[in-house]
T-cell receptor, first 110, second 115 residues
Framework: KAGVTQTPRYLIKTRGQQVTLSCSPISGHRSVSWYQQTPGQGLQFLFEYFSETQRNKGNFPGRFSGRQFSNSRSEMNVSTLELGDSALYLC?????????FGPGTRLLVL | QKEVEQNSGPLSVPEGAIASLNCTYSDRGSQSFFWYRQYSGKSPELIMSIYSNGDKEDGRFTAQLNKASQYVSLLIRDSQPSDSATYLCAVNIRNYGGSQGNLIFGKGTKLSVKP
């Protein structure tokens, strides 16, 4: 089975811009979770989607949003980017409680 | 605030030794526990999952769970330089409504295995 894929792998943006990241889960997995990883805060949960519905949400501002499509692919969007949004954004898919991570998208905000 | 705590390290062990990584968690209702390995610049890779008290062995890796003490550990036997990485402990925090919940991660322990 192919693993979780994320695009793009690297991204450079400037403050105030917005960005959309994409995630394709493992075939058959209906749950997609998003995490932000920074050196200072570690891995922090953003949100989880299941069958096109947001099922859980972490403690992030409303600038962070996401959606899931009928084929389970998911996107996350960050609007009005801030310098502090520079991070590795990880997507994980699961069919039960075990989550498998994609390679991540490294976002740099200048 | 539900938390997962790990020693940040670095933990340095000689090649062939046993590396012991520890993790404590605050949510007594947690049911599922995971260890991930993350090499520098890469994404986390699942090593072990454990759900019941006691030990679970997979090759050179043994996960240990003690729910009464809210403690999870990972032992790596015959440590190799290729085991040098950051090890992340993750705990599934159940939410109301029966959903699977989300993983809360510790900040990781950096392991260095010296040849």
């Amino acid at each position: 089975k192919a693993g979780v894929t994320q695009t793009p792998r690297y991204l450079i943006k400037t403050r105030g811009q917005q960005v959309t990241l994409s995630c394709s889960p493992i075939s058959g997995h209906r749950s997609v979770s998003w995490y932000q990883q920074t050196p200072g805060q570690g891995l922090q949960f953003l949100f989880e989607y299941f069958s096109e519905t947001q099922r859980n949400k972490g403690n992030f501002p409303g600038r962070f949003s996401g959606r899931q499509f009928s084929n389970s692919r998911s996107e996350m969007n960050v609007s009005t980017l801030e310098l502090g949004d520079s991070a590795l954004y990880l997507c994980a898919s699961s069919s039960d409680e075990t989550q498998y991570f994609g390679p991540g998208t490294r976002l740099l905000v200048l | 605030q539900k938390e997962v705590e790990q020693n940040s390290g670095p933990l340095s062990v000689p090649e062939g030794a046993i590396a012991s990584l520890n993790c404590t968690y605050s949510d007594r209702g947690s049911q599922s526990f995971f260890w991930y390995r993350q090499y520098s610049g890469k994404s986390p890779e699942l090593i072990m999952s454990i759900y019941s008290n006691g030990d679970k062995e997979d090759g050179r890796f043994t996960a240990q769970l003690n729910k009464a003490s809210q403690y999870v550990s990972l032992l790596i036997r015959d440590s190799q330089p290729s085991d040098s990485a950051t090890y992340l402990c993750a705990v599934n925090i159940r939410n109301y409504g029966g959903s699977q919940g989300n993983l809360i991660f510790g900040k990781g322990t950096k392991l260095s295995v010296k040849p």
